[in-house]
């Protein structure tokens, strides 16, 4: 059963801020534009915004680096300052995630936001029946001992129950009764807890859905004014080993034609222009080369100084440079591939060289299962 076609309205300011990813907030967001003559333009760039351009920052940089969500507290939703922070910070945070065009990053910003949902909805006595009436076909309640116990319609259980690990979200485990599954308390978590757990599925899975119907639209004039804060999540992203694309692993052959580029211009005494070593150092510390390979690289160079060198990279690698996206290294003559050279700097959404990395070892990994899964057939073959 998918979610409600007609949410329920939702008219008080204070909840739309709150809970921004609502399908009721769009709406509320866009007046929130329109009321204070805030533009696109205004939003990316005016100074009167920084402050909720950072919270929007904090927002996807907190989904990328932390598993359990994102942590911020909302501001005072009392003023209308604290909730249009509230309410753009989410705007622009989605954005942002969008303009990576990395899947991965949208994916983790919509876990981040529908965790932080989960941990708000469990404990909201007032508006969570609205908002679970939002996300799910109906809901029924019953006081059982004191407390309120929820049941859900068995089509919505059946749909998101898999997604969850636990005894608790299998069938068989969960009282049924004329199609209503009964959430009853467990695990040191009443009724209504368990049913904003089961919520967050979908608030998650709606939120990915509006990411990639919003990167459909993103041009490429939008993203380019958001490379500075997209690269800051790519830097990130590349830096967690826990993630699916280890940084650590990538092999020389990974590394994109405008690193290896300065790299080889360097090694053959060519005096490779400072946005070229600058770059050449943030990308060799997003991708955890050690400091000392780093140095090497300069070594041809006219001008190598190996202390000025090594006292130039500790301070890229403390200070955390991120590294230029692909349209600031062309405009900068630094990008030495043209149309045709290579198929993934061709793709229509590459922005940035650690986005090549991460395609490059997913054709690498696809390209070693079709050889694992091609001698397992042979050696059936073999052996029938
Ligand atoms: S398109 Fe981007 S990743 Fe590819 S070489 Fe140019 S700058 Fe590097």
Redesign the pocket.
Known sequence: MPMPLRPPPIGDAKVLARYPFLPQAAEHTRGLLVENGISMDDLLSAAWLSDIRRKGDMRVKESVLHDDGIEQRSGDLSTELGRMSESLSFLYAMMVACATFDERVTARWAEGEATRADKLLGGDGVIFETIANTYLSDIQSEVMGGDTVYSIPLTDFIELCPRISGDYWRLPNRPLKDGWVEMGPSSGENSQQRLARLIKERIREDLRKRCNIRMEKIDEGFAERLSEPVGAILTILQSRATLDFDAGNATKSDW????Q?AIAELAMGENVNHSGRLFLAAISAALGIEQEQCASFFQGAPDFNPETTRYQIGHVYDREYTP???SR??MEG????SPGD?P??DRPK????L??VWWKQRNRSREEEQVDESKEETTETANP
């Open positions: 994109p034609p405008c690193m580029s230029a996206g692909c290294l062309k630094r990008c030495p591939v290579d993934i700097c590459m922005k940035h060289p986005s090549y």
